[in-house]
């Protein structure tokens, strides 16, 4: 695109007073309802159509978005030119081609290899390169099948219908997952190039894997809870210790059949500590060869100063105190591994963190609520706070703050994505980031989004960065001991 005078839009007109209501509901004498038993009344109907048929506004709306998808014929023409996908501030090393995550929640896999291979393609001078997502797949979900009857047996003593029970077993083995849980896959079983370990159909096509993995899941549940209860019967005197260590028998033994669905589909790994040769052409046509591990591929390329499991997520999470370290109650993959982690801090601390990151060289890992003010077309990728023009169209004004979305469920975590460019002002202020999104080239710009900043004030949550990067206090922070643990069905626990 050619370059624009100026992206900067003023902020939007705080909503004016309704003054008539204002009063109405500061008098002494309260408001009396139509309806005195809370049911709908149609003189309620009758008031409020004789408002709309008055408005001329309301008419224009009634006659045009009966017959058009409210998104389309509300969606501003100054955010889509103003949104323009140009960038001063970008990594100078370009990666490809843009991965396409399919009908599966892989994402945070994706955004993963996405930034991984950075390093990799620098290394071995590619022109195209993907790490293999199904490797890490395959591994995240035969870890999180163990890790769920892992809390199958932890909490055998609890009713079925215990409202933890219940969420854990809602989506057992989701395809999400978070930082944390990535470095333990990583760390455990390295990663290999797509060729050694390539896409199935099943882990393109994620849903009737997973609807056949969860129905043996909780079957296997019901298998250790009455195992349970015969052992308790037979033996009351039975150790606690010895319970668990027949319990656990027992469950690897059903693990087989997770297991034997899992390589079935998805097709058998590599192990992590059996070499395999990878051999590729680099981007001036030279043929290469490399034999090693899966782990031992890990060393060869990652990034020595900023390693995988020396980065860390902060969050922006305005519900809770600021410079405090968050984990999650009963969120994880691999049974034992590092738990997920969270240094809440004020919004401006990740907007520098992926400005640092990028000046340095490093495409940054974020969390977000992607479907909010967004759109995504053969042209377009625009995640924009201004981009649809609902308040006009329908006369409202929408209030709810960052704080509120989290505490009404409106919003969460729900992608993740790799940030790998940014527009600064004269003052070195963001203006909009440039996203790597896994969604093919046929969505947004070529694969790629624009993100405004005031967007990612309201809808980013998670901003992954490296120790060395990172504010000190924040990392003391990090390291520390001492953590608030939020319930298992926080909006922090929803997987990107």
């Given at each position: ?134 490797y890490l797949f395959f591994w995240d979900k035969l870890n999180k099948s163990n890790y769920f009857l892992e809390l199958a047996i932890q909490e055998v003593e609890r009713p079925l219908d215990d409202r933890l029970l219940m969420h854990l077993s809602g989506d057992l083995i989701s395809d999400g997952g ?134 860390f997520s902060l969050i922006n999470d305005p519900r809770n105190e600021y410079s405090k370290l968050y984990t999650v109650d009963k969120l994880g993959n691999v049974w034992g591994g590092r738990p997920v982690l969270y240094v809440n801090t004020e919004i401006v601390n990740l907007k520098n963190a992926v400005i640092k990151s990028l000046k340095a060289g490093l495409p940054v890992f974020f969390g977000c609520d992607v479907g909010q003010f967004s759109e995504g077309d053969a042209h377009n990728g ?115």
């Amino acid at each position: 695109m050619g370059a624009v005078s100026s992206t900067a839009r003023p902020a939007p007109a705080a909503p004016a007073l309704d003054e008539k209501r204002t009063a109405s509901t500061s008098s002494a004498a309260p408001a009396q309802p139509l309806s005195a038993d809370g049911s709908l009344s149609l003189g309620s109907v009758d008031a409020w159509e004789g408002v709309a048929a008055a408005s001329a506004k309301t008419q224009l709306a009634r006659t045009i978005l009966a017959h058009a998808d409210i998104r389309t014929a509300l969606a501003r023409r100054e955010a889509r030119v103003a949104d323009v996908h140009v960038f001063n501030t970008e990594l100078e090393f370009k990666t490809g081609p843009v991965t396409n995550q399919k009908s599966s929640g892989r994402c945070w896999l994706f955004a993963t290899t996405n930034v991984l291979r950075y390093d990799v393609m620098k290394k071995f001078n590619l022109k195209e390169f993907e790490l293999s997502q199904n490797y890490l797949f395959f591994w995240d979900k035969l870890n999180k099948s163990n890790y769920f009857l892992e809390l199958a047996i932890q909490e055998v003593e609890r009713p079925l219908d215990d409202r933890l029970l219940m969420h854990l077993s809602g989506d057992l083995i989701s395809d999400g997952g978070q930082w944390d849980m990535v470095v333990n896959l990583i760390e455990t079983y390295g990663v290999v190039p797509q060729p050694i370990y390539p896409e199935s159909t099943h882990s393109s096509l994620s849903g009737p894997l997973n609807k056949l993995l969860k129905l043996k899941l909780r079957e296997h549940e019901l298998v250790l809870r009455r195992l349970h209860s015969s052992l308790r019967a037979a033996s009351p005197a039975l150790a606690d210790a010895e319970v668990v260590a027949t319990l656990r028998a027992k469950k690897e033994e059903l693990l087989s059949e997770v297991y034997t669905i899992m390589s079935a589909t998805l097709g058998v790994p590599p192990r992590p500590n059996d070499a395999f040769v990878w051999e590729y052409y680099d981007k001036d046509g030279k043929a290469g060869r490399w034999e090693g591990t899966p782990k031992e591929f890990l060393k060869a390329f990652e990034n020595k100063t900023h390693k995988v499991s020396d980065s860390f997520s902060l969050i922006n999470d305005p519900r809770n105190e600021y410079s405090k370290l968050y984990t999650v109650d009963k969120l994880g993959n691999v049974w034992g591994g590092r738990p997920v982690l969270y240094v809440n801090t004020e919004i401006v601390n990740l907007k520098n963190a992926v400005i640092k990151s990028l000046k340095a060289g490093l495409p940054v890992f974020f969390g977000c609520d992607v479907g909010q003010f967004s759109e995504g077309d053969a042209h377009n990728g625009i995640m924009d706070f201004e981009l649809f023009d609902y308040e006009n169209a329908f006369d409202i004004t929408l209030n709810l703050s960052k704080e509120d979305r989290l505490r009404m469920g409106e919003s969460s975590m729900t992608h993740a994505m790799v940030i790998s460019g940014v527009h600064l002002d004269a003052a070195g202020k963001p203006v909009r980031y440039k996203v790597e999104n896994s969604w093919g080239e046929d969505r947004g710009n070529k694969g790629y989004w624009v993100m405004t900043d005031r967007w990612f004030e309201e809808f980013v949550y998670q901003v992954v960065v490296s120790k060395a990067l990172a504010p000190k206090d924040l990392v003391k922070v990090f390291e520390g001991d001492e953590k608030v643990v939020l319930p298992p069905w926080d909006p922090m626990g929803s997987l990107a």
